[in-house]
Each structure stands twice: as C-alpha cells, then as structure tokens.
C-alpha cells in the first residue's frame, strides 16, 4: 500500500500519494481554511486535543514538537552534541520529515477517546515511538533553544502550514511561527494536573516513573521553556486561553472545535 505523508519537500496539493492540504468537500467552497495554532506547557494535553481537534474538523494534523525530538534523535545516533549549533542546523538541512494520516477515532475500554497516533518518518524511518520517552523531550527542549536550528526548522513548519487548513500545536505556534493564524489558543493547567497526566501516559507506554519525579521534570520543563532567549513559551497575542485542569479532555476539544466553527461561519 501507498505510504500516505505530508512533506515539506513537496507542493502538498498535488502530489501523488501524498495528503492533500485542500479540504474535500469543504462548506467553505473555494476560501482558504484557516491555520489553528495550539500553544502551551508541556502536559497540558495539546498534542492530544490538537489530533482530535483536525479529526472533527476533518484538518491536517502537525507536530512541531515532533519535529524537534526527531532532530535531537538523529543527533544522539550521529554523536553530535546537543549544543553543537552549527552541526545540528546542518543536519536538518539532511532530514527529511513526514507525516502520516492519523488514526481513526475509536474509543478505549474506559469509553474516552483514544489519542490518535500520528506516525513520523524521518528520511523514510518511522521514529514514532522511538521519540516519545522523557530523555528525547528534555533533549529536544535543549536544541529547540539554539537559534539556527530554529532557523532551520522555522521554514519546514511553513511550508507544511502554507495552504492553511491545518491543526498545529508547540510553544511558539502563534507567536513566531504563524503570528497570522487565523484561530490561536492557549492550551495550559496547573503543574500538578499536568504531570500526572503525563505520568499515566508513561505508565500506559509500559515506561516506570515515580509520580514526584515527573512533577519535578515539568516543573523543570516548564522553567526551561519560559525563559529561553529564543522564543520563550508565551501566551500568543489574541490568543483564547483554555484551562484544561478541571476539564476532560471531551470538553477541551469540543470547545475549541465550537470557536474554530465559530470563525468560520464568521468567515463565510
């Protein structure tokens, strides 16, 4: 079967194979969709709300965070320093990233929505998996904060968001990478909420981590991300904050999905 993927290096409207960035069948006729950009901390269940916002709204999905964890496991392979900024624009400049489509929803045994999986290939490797543990996401802050690689990876997220219609989610969406986009939210909680949630997706992926370190690993993420020179984590201007900590994760969605619905038929 055709491996189905959005890349950068290649005009997402009309490759063969490739998603499509044109939404079928759209009641918006021939008008541009809009960008929706998703900031916020880590924990405070963006990735998970963002691939099941694109789900409802019939988006294409992008990681940007996914796009940093994958730079950073490529680095430690290569035995390239993580503060090597020379060495690891250059080696973005080698990547190839892409996106698959996401998995279709289902519910899980406790009735909830599972988190879609959104598969990533680097140079044609699925590194799915392979990038989502602890070490890759502190690595990935780290190379995040150097200036070139941000250069460097600022344009592949354009292209993949030049047409519009895409759900993007990380910690400079709406501030430096699509200060225009049309729809902007800041997805945040409280430290606690954030890190037990993440403690349980760890303990689902089989990975054995105690509750209080995990607190004291968001807390340090969190200090890292606000206060970098580079794109600090922010609140984007115009941006509608949402607190997921007394929310489920239904409720998130479906109120974001309700204000995207919202701008459109504004729009129209």
């Known amino acids: ?23 079928v ?4 006729g021939s008008k541009r969709l809009p960008i929706v950009a998703i900031d916020g901390p880590a924990g405070a269940g963006k990735s998970t709300a963002a691939r099941l916002l694109a789900q409802q709204l019939g988006f294409i999905m992008i990681d940007t965070g996914a796009l940093y964890r994958t730079l950073a496991l490529n680095a430690l392979e290569r035995g390239i320093a993580l503060n090597d900024e020379d060495q690891l624009a250059l080696l973005c400049s080698a ?15 406790d009735g909830l929505p599972v988190i879609p999986r959104l598969p990533i290939y680097c140079n044609g490797i699925d590194v799915t998996d392979s990038i989502r543990t602890p070490e890759l996401g502190m690595a990935a802050s780290n190379v995040s904060k150097l200036p ?9 997220q354009r292209v993949f968001g030049r047409e519009g219609g895409i759900v993007m989610e990380g910690r400079d969406i ?3 990478i699509f200060p225009d ?14 890190a037990t949630r993440r403690w349980e997706e760890l303990k689902a992926a089989g990975i054995e981590r105690e509750l209080e370190t995990v607190i004291r690993e968001t807390q340090a ?22 607190d997921s900590t007394a929310k489920t994760l239904p409720d998130v969605v479906a109120d974001m ?12």
């Open 95 to 109: 990547l190839r990233f892409q996106f698959g489509t996401l998995e279709k929803p289902h519910l899980g045994a």
């Open 1 to 23: 079967a055709t491996k189905k993927c959005l890349t950068p290096s290649q005009s997402p409207a009309r490759v063969d194979g490739f998603m499509s960035l044109k939404i």
């Open 257 to 268: 999905a309700q204000r995207v619905r919202a701008y459109l038929r504004d729009a129209t």
């Open 181 to 194: 986009a049309e729809v902007k939210f800041y997805l945040t909680a409280s430290v606690e909420s954030r």
């Open 221 to 242: 993420r969190d200090e890292q991300d606000m206060n970098r020179k580079i794109a600090p984590l922010r609140c984007a201007e115009g941006a509608q904050i949402i």
């Open 148 to 156: 070139k690689v941000r250069d460097a990876l600022l344009e592949v």
């Open 174 to 176: 709406g501030t430096v």
């Open 25 to 28: 069948g759209s009641s918006t």
